[in-house]
DNA sequence: AATGAATGAGTCTTCATTCAT
DNA sequence: TATGAATGAAGACTCATTCAT
């Protein structure tokens, strides 16, 4: 009886394994060449396995790419929402907490996070199925009702769209991601990166005038003491 | 003489004229379904020309995107050279310089910048020539070099990474603009457009947060006042 | 010992039922999409083996088809083998035996009857080992045997062409089973079946113009009489 | 002007003419290898032309055969309707006409013939776009109604199912033209085909034993006499 | 014997690019 | 210049067959 279930069990991590190992070398190879660059003949030898296999686990080009998306948006989106929808935390602490979702995902898998930003924060509308598009967006939504109820708490000036805001962070911080993965930034330390996670928090928070406020400066120094972890709230006076 | 010379003149501009509706044509398609999803034979029909005379006019593909690039980004890149190399503003001025120029050029043709960003701020780094590519890292090192200067004046915070900020400010601006393109913001008015150009300057500038600074919050409403025009310099105490 | 015999007997028993189920799924399938139709898959699904099992008892596809059609097909031909070399009996006789062989065998099994009409009977030639096509063809020549000898007894018109006469009597019988087949006639009660049997035999023998002959009008009714069974001769004057 | 009608005049025939010898080589590769055997490759070999060319002129492999049918089936029936709806002829004169139709068919394209009897009349009835299968049935459906008519008129036996002497007719013919395809029949002299025709056409309407009607023996051998021609009646008394 | 994962050759189909007119 | 037929390389997908367990 152990045999047999230890048989099908054995069977079953091998399949995962498998399906994993195909799933990985699309990631990789999407990143390297993107969705048209790359062919179903790349994963395949990228994975070390015979071209029809990655038929046998994915129904075609479009489901394996769909996978690697999901795979990848659907653990980010529920971390994001988790620090989104957090009641207990301010604004700020939920600014610096998206961010630091952003970046630990780029620290765990670069690659994955580059497919993630090139095909589906970005690409023709018609071209995809609705689905990945709309992970997206739906993402930004989710932050613009964040920021309707920061403002709603007076957490957020008065005149400032919540929409707008939203967009303006994840741009910012996709843009200040693809500035690593686009090379144009030449340090990729763990520091570089942790300074950088920070300093797009407080710019998207306090701007980048000198200056602006000494108590938002004190918590900028702050964060930067306490980085790598959930950021604490720093107390505006 | 005149008739040979007008022959010629007429003969080029008729050149000049089918080589424009054809460049047109590519940009709206491109913009409707992205370079890969568009076929030379879609230009062609939307342009109303034949088949082979695409290739008449453009060694290939590429070339035709490249010429689209090139000719939509050249003057936006120009035209951003100047405010960040304008001397005599204040970063503020610059700052806001570039979000009127970024927003004008949407105003002036949407489907243009949607191609921009679409097709050449992101995209596999293996793909293309690297001119594409490189015009956009190039604007961006640009424009760190303005932030570098201002942080020599002490414009910007002094722990701020200028190369990180010009990311920012166009990762915000990119993304303020996507939330039209895509749909994600339904009030598409110039307004409203108006409005975004300005709370992305100013959140870029001052952050997010209620209250931040005074002076700053005087030159917000300015700034909303002055809209459509160049921006005045905001004068900070 | 006798449980050693029972054993194997018991697994060639079990294997030959195996064997069988597996080949009575092909010929369901292949009735129902055709050879070229069909794949392998398909068979081991609708006999609910696993896929690789097929293999273990038939060397390939091409083997399979072959195996339905010669169990399929053997037994027919040394029934009409029987019927058509069978000394005592009369042309006519022959010829209804004939049609009732073709028609026991669709009532028995029409899916099987549909494969060998639409797999064996026609298919291109180049396309098949020799022996399917054969097969058939010679199931005609013997017929055309048949009928030489008949002529030469004065019991076929001179100037009919004996292998003309076993191509048309064939056309006919596959043709008529063809319209049940297809669906072109819809009443496919026993009782139709019977008369479509008994009306093939006679337009064959007797033409279908009114009137023709009394004594065949004579057999014609006596033998819609007698249907069901194997065909009494029908004595002509 | 001419010129330009010239010119496209003649870009029309040969346009026409490509297509034409494409369809052409697909005739004779289908009449070889049947449908599935057949390569898209192998039609633009034999053709002549390049493998992308077939596709410039046919959607798909499909839609070639479909054509294929079409070109030649449409041809034919609109014959076999002509001969079928003739109200001033007899049936005898109308089998014999349907039957000339189709042996003529043969004489002009023996392969064209071999198709439509190997792809269109059968084939399994999932595998098709309806119009193949639908057009032969249609033709003994018209055909039916012909059996039917003369039913009425008192030309056919009372007992016999016009349906079903309509399908015997056509299995007679199909394959009697098979004997000829197969090369079951040696001799395919165009003697030996007139002869085959009028057997078909006597045995069916009057059975091929010996001594069966007077009339019809006579009309028989006129038959034979005026082969090659449009069959006068014969006239029953 | 039984299973179903793994293999890879064979085809269809697309589409950028060339070429004859 | 303008046209669109012609070319053929590239790549997705299928499925018969093999193989390890």
Redesign the pocket.
């Known amino acids: 009886m152990s045999q047999r279930q230890s048989?099908s069990e054995?069977?079953g991590s091998?399949?995962n394994e498998?399906r994993r190992t195909i799933l990985r070398a699309a990631i990789d190879v999407f990143a390297r060449k993107g969705y048209h660059g790359?062919?179903?003949?790349?994963v395949?030898r990228e994975a070390?396995?015979?071209?029809?296999?990655?038929?046998?686990?994915f129904?075609?080009?479009?489901e394996l790419l769909e996978t690697v998306v999901e795979t990848g948006w659907s653990g980010f989106v529920s971390r994001l929402r988790a620090v989104a929808e957090d009641e207990s935390s301010s604004l700020e602490q939920k600014v610096h907490g998206i961010a630091e979702v952003a970046f630990e995902a780029y620290r765990v898998d670069p690659r994955a996070v580059k497919v993630l930003i090139l095909e589906v924060a970005r690409s023709p509308a018609g071209t995809q199925v609705v689905s990945r598009q709309q992970a997206f967006l739906d993402t930004i939504r989710m932050s613009a009702e964040m920021f309707s109820r920061a403002q709603a708490a007076g957490e957020l000036r008065a005149d400032a769209d919540p929409m707008l805001c939203a967009s303006l962070l994840f741009g910012a911080i996709e843009m200040g991601l693809t500035a690593f993965v686009s090379g144009l930034v030449e340090d990729r330390s763990p520091e570089a990166l942790e300074r950088a996670k920070v300093q797009i928090a407080n710019s998207f928070l306090h701007g980048v005038l000198p200056g602006a406020t000494t108590s938002s400066e004190v918590s900028w120094k702050q964060e930067k003491a306490s980085s790598g972890t959930r950021p604490k709230a720093g107390k505006r006076s």
């Open positions: 048989k054995e069977a091998r399949e498998r790359c062919r179903i003949a790349d395949a070390g396995v015979a071209y029809g296999l990655v038929y046998h686990y129904k075609n080009k479009d």
